[in-house]
């Protein structure tokens, strides 16, 4: 794989929650660092933490994305039953997604060797991003699937699936109340829905 492309596989799964908190885990099961997870935490002042594995993902994310604080530890996200269960330092997630609705069906219409191409994604950012936007629901109007990040790569998401989910989190072990709408975290050019999801998805990285 080339230095200058980048090719990331995996989930995205996160909530944001009525006590302002949002959580988006990524579990990542190709990388050019192995298999790995890590955390995105957003505080309701405002504060962005990443919680990484390693200090070589930590580096590599922190590049792409702004943050306020890093931390460093183990990060599990794995499978319990039909839920997701994520534990990290003060976290701990679970989503139950539901089943395969519209935007399941559609999204899997489509060819897989087209959902990654450039053209195509930049085509479905564009002219189709109204259509697919109401697909995440009416909470998912910031969400991008091409963009440049901070250290001016070009990345771009290919969406394979995407479930609503149930969800329930803690911190410290106070529970975050009722999955409800944040305000926006600033992770990076795009947002992940408000709400609870899961999202398979390719994320790739080109730099210019």
């Known amino acids: 794989m080339s230095a200058d492309r980048l090719v990331f596989d995996g989930h995205i799964l996160g909530a944001s929650f009525a006590s302002g908190d949002r959580i988006v885990a990524g579990r990542w099961h190709v990388t050019p660092f192995g298999p790995f997870a890590d955390v995105m935490w957003c505080r309701p002042d405002g ?5 990484a594995p390693v200090g070589t993902v930590a580096d590599f994310v922190t590049r792409h994305y702004p943050f306020d604080d890093i931390r460093i530890g183990g990060v599990r996200v794995e499978r319990v039953g039909a839920a997701v269960s994520v534990d990290v330092g003060p976290i701990a997630m679970r989503l139950t997604p539901h089943r395969p609705g519209l935007a399941s069906h559609l999204l899997r219409l489509r060819p897989r060797a087209l959902r990654t191409r450039r053209a195509w994604i930049a085509f479905e950012d564009t002219v189709l991003r109204p259509v ?46 009722p999955v409800a709408p944040c305000p926006p975290a ?19 990285f080109e730099r210019v």
Not at 47 to 51: E, N, S, T, V, Y
């Open 47 to 51: 504060r962005r933490i990443l919680l």
């Open 132 to 177: 697919t936007g109401a697909l995440f629901g009416p909470n998912a109007r910031a969400i991008r699937i091409r963009g440049v990040t901070q250290d001016g790569s070009r990345e771009r998401y290919a969406i394979h699936d995407f479930r609503e989910a149930d969800a329930t989190a803690s911190i410290d072990g106070c529970d975050l109340g």
């Open 186 to 204: 600033g992770f990076g050019f795009s947002e992940f829905p408000d709400g609870a999801a899961i999202v398979r998805v390719t994320s790739i």
